[in-house]
């Protein structure tokens, strides 16, 4: 791969001592004129075994040992780490040196260089490692800016700002020494009881491959290495339970859960993949030659490395049973395509070394993984000598890791991330004289932030560091937003305790108020330590505790209530579609979130997100999504109807849009050509706004089932009042491809329609289209997108709000 790692501001050698005489400073694998390639084939030539598979594992030295997992089976599988033992042959990567426990950025770079001068010193080569951290919705660390989570990139529908949020999340990591980062998620939504689907961009694999690569542009833009997570089928595991089985047939996988990697893999680049824990009938994906070898580096041609999920190679002998001991669980990941082992050297250590030399794996697979790891160190800088980063010689506080500048870019991700799932012309609210604010996320910091936000993921079992960011609660942020309201505060219950006793004086507020925000939602926790997040799946749909409950009792006061909704998933509403004043979906929006939920509710922020997944009806109806073929919708076969109450791709804001004079410029074409559609959209409404154009199609006859609506496209297009575009769309026939009955992707003849939606659900214009010729025949190289082209026909402008 072409070196496009931009390094930070450095400040003089990582070691102030030479380099061994072992390592021969003129040897050509330290010359930087020489291709990465041949750099690395010539350093495996002077390498023993142990020091080749010394860079096959990264080691976790401030891994917890008091019981606060933050991985599966941490306590268990974390061992004691002998450094001095471990170093002379060299090392891999160091895992998580900033998100395991709280540490001022600058020390931290400190103690960082640091320990990478003694890595340096300790062995013959001199050989830094790779240093990664998790970034999932920001870069993990104290004091390091908290963005909205990635089902709230979603709810955005807006792959440009996405891509912004990743180059500063990238540009924090590289200033402090990290190399790799650990996001983003693109595992696609199958079951809404899955405690990680806050972590997932959404139910829909063109939404979720579209915002994922513009999130691995970013972040490999900066200099760090993105890696794709949990290929493949991690989100279909059976009744969404954190790493069951998964049993998907090949169509579903093919059509639904590898597509994102797919997309991402061709367009972006990235430079590392980590499998997924669970098994796909019956085959642990940890090892799986045919998924991360023949599909991933053979068909797709992915050049990067693969990194094990953590842990997932010994769980390959303790969870899985597929291997007799940790010998025979390396050997079958290498064989599979794993390069490297993480978090901590377990299977990759003494007994791999033991299999090498027993004759149970041939060591030309250890150099194949090997050249692929120096190849990316090379391309890193890791064997030219890099010196430290600029952070290692500041002060103490003095590296900003939560600048002005990322906190305005995490506020405008939030307000376009909101949803306003419903409005009877209550809001935006009109200075209202007394809100009464009740529920238990209504006064908690931690009420915006998912399971890998710092202070959620490590910083609660570190609770005399504080938060290390500003994290404003709810009934703060609406306090800042109306000065001149009396603001009452009441929890009612807490948020699954199921405490009842505090909701006679919640109704009581709220009988007494002009206005109710009724803040409910969820804790993010891990391995059951929340409401949602790893390992914090639910059972059912149902809000948790007495939320429920709470609900209805507020609505039985009579007052006008705002249901404002800080979650990790989608929840069944109760009576609230049909009796609440307005409902606002926000998905852990991250450290300005209740700024800009407080400012859709009065009016400042014109909202624009849509739903990334859809809100069910029933807390019982999973899993479903809205990807679904006649017999998985509401029909007369089956008393349980699964039509969700807010379908995939719903919102509202409070300027309207007209839709109208659809041409089908291009109606009919061959299984190897392109359709043109073309519509004008109006902001009719008072104020400017944005809309976000769908494109579905439905195959009305096809040789397998299929899904009745598909995304295959979206524009976001922002208009002053009275302003409005002509927007045109290219649609090649390859859009239309799905996995026939003989395994092949393929473009059938026959008619489409092609239908532009403001949801899932509500499509106001559609047209049908033929494609003729014969069955087609695709591969991963055929087209993925629609081709947008907008013509701006008006621009007045009667308003002067910003979308």
Request: with cysteine; net charge negative.
């Amino acid at each position: 791969m072409t070196n496009t790692t931009t390094r930070p501001e450095t400040t003089g050698p990582l070691t102030t001592e030479p380099p061994s005489t072992a390592a021969g400073a003129d040897a050509p694998w330290r010359d930087p004129s020489l291709p990465a390639a041949e750099r690395a084939v010539a350093l495996m030539a002077v390498l023993t075994l142990e020091e080749k598979i010394a860079q096959l594992y990264g080691i976790w030295i401030g891994a917890s040992d008091d019981g606060a997992d933050v991985a599966p089976h941490q306590h268990e599988m974390t061992g004691t780490v002998d450094l001095d033992a471990l170093l002379p042959q060299g090392l891999g990567q160091i895992t998580r040196a900033f998100g395991t426990a709280p540490v001022d950025a600058a020390l931290g770079a400190r103690s960082l260089a640091g320990l990478q001068e003694r890595i340096v010193a300790s062995s013959r080569f001199g050989i830094p490692a790779l240093v990664h951290e998790e970034c999932l919705a920001g870069f993990a660390a104290y004091g390091a800016t908290a963005y909205p989570v990635p089902l709230s990139w979603g709810a955005t529908f807006d792959p440009e700002l996405i891509e912004q949020m990743a180059r500063r999340i990238g540009a924090d990591m590289r200033s402090v020494g990290v190399h790799q980062g650990l996001a983003p998620v693109l595992d696609v939504v199958r079951d809404a009881r899955w405690g990680r689907v806050e972590e997932t961009i959404g139910e829909d694999p063109y939404l979720v491959g579209s915002v994922g690569t513009a999130y691995v542009r970013g972040l490999e833009a900066s200099g760090i290495v993105a890696t794709l997570k949990h290929f493949v089928g991690y989100s279909a595991s059976r009744a969404g339970r954190n790493l069951a089985p998964v049993s998907v047939g090949a169509r579903e996988l093919a059509d639904v859960l590898l597509p994102p990697f797919e997309m991402v893999v061709r367009e972006a680049v990235p430079r590392s993949v980590m499998n997924a824990y669970t098994d796909l009938d019956g085959v642990p994906t940890a090892a799986d030659r045919e998924l991360l070898t023949g599909l991933l580096r053979d068909t797709w041609g992915f050049e990067g490395t693969v990194v094990a999920d953590y842990f997932s190679v010994a769980f390959l002998q303790t969870l899985h049973g597929t291997s007799g001991d940790l010998g025979d669980a390396a050997v079958a990941a290498l064989e599979a395509g794993i390069d490297v082992e993480l978090p901590t050297v377990h299977a990759f250590g003494e007994p791999l070394v033991a299999a090498v030399r027993g004759g149970r794996i041939d060591e030309a697979v250890i150099d194949r993984a090997l050249h692929r790891v120096l190849v990316q160190k090379v391309e890193l800088g890791l064997l030219d000598e890099p010196a430290a980063p600029a952070a290692a010689t500041a002060a103490k506080g003095a590296v900003d890791l939560d600048s002005p500048e990322n906190r305005d870019l995490a506020r405008r991700i939030a307000e376009r991330a909101i949803v306003l799932l419903r409005n009877d012309g209550t809001l935006p609210l009109a200075a209202p004289k007394r809100i009464a604010v009740i529920g238990p996320t209504a006064d908690d910091p931690l009420a915006v932030l998912g399971c890998y936000g710092f202070p959620t993921h490590v910083g609660v079992h570190h609770p005399e560091s504080g938060l290390g960011i500003e994290l404003p609660t709810l009934v703060e942020a609406l306090r800042e937003e109306f000065p001149e309201t009396e603001i009452t505060l009441t929890a009612g219950t807490s948020i699954d305790g199921g405490e009842t006793d505090g909701f006679a004086e919640a109704v009581e507020r709220a009988a007494s108020a002009d206005v109710v925000v009724l803040a409910l939602g969820d804790r993010a926790g891990l391995f059951g330590r929340g409401t949602s997040g790893e390992g914090c799946d639910a059972e059912t749909l149902d809000l948790p505790g007495a939320q429920g409950a709470l609900l209805e009792a507020v609505l039985d006061a009579g007052t006008p209530t705002v249901l404002s909704l800080l979650a990790g998933r989608p929840y069944m509403l109760g009576s609230a579609p049909e009796r609440a004043a307005g409902i606002v979906q926000a998905f852990f929006p991250g450290e300005e979130g209740t700024r800009a939920l407080a400012g859709i509710l009065s009016g400042r922020v014109n909202p624009s997100g849509r739903l990334p997944v859809s809100v069910p009806a029933t807390s019982g109806a999973q899993p479903s999504t809205y990807l679904a073929s006649t017999l998985a919708r509401q029909n007369e076969v089956s008393n349980i109807d699964p039509t969700a109450k807010y379908p995939f791709g719903h919102g509202l804001g409070y300027a309207s849009f007209a839709w109208s004079d659809l041409d089908l410029e291009v109606a009919e074409t061959t299984t190897d050509g392109s359709l043109r559609l073309s519509l004008t959209v109006e902001n009719t409404g008072g104020r400017a706004g944005a809309e976000i154009v769908q494109l579905y199609l439905h195959d009305p006859v096809a040789s397998v089932v299929r899904p009745l609506q598909r995304l295959i496209g979206f524009q976001r297009v922002e208009l002053q009042p009275g302003a409005s575009v002509r927007l045109g769309v290219d649609v090649p026939a390859d859009l239309a491809a799905f996995t026939g009955r003989e395994g092949l992707r393929i473009v059938e003849p026959g008619a489409l329609v092609l239908g532009f939606g403001r949801s899932s659900g509500d499509l106001p214009l559609t047209a049908t289209v033929e494609l003729s010729g014969p069955v087609r025949v695709v591969d991963h190289t055929r087209e993925l997108h629609p081709v947008w082209t907008a013509e701006r026909i008006r621009t007045e402008r009667i308003g002067t709000d910003s979308p």
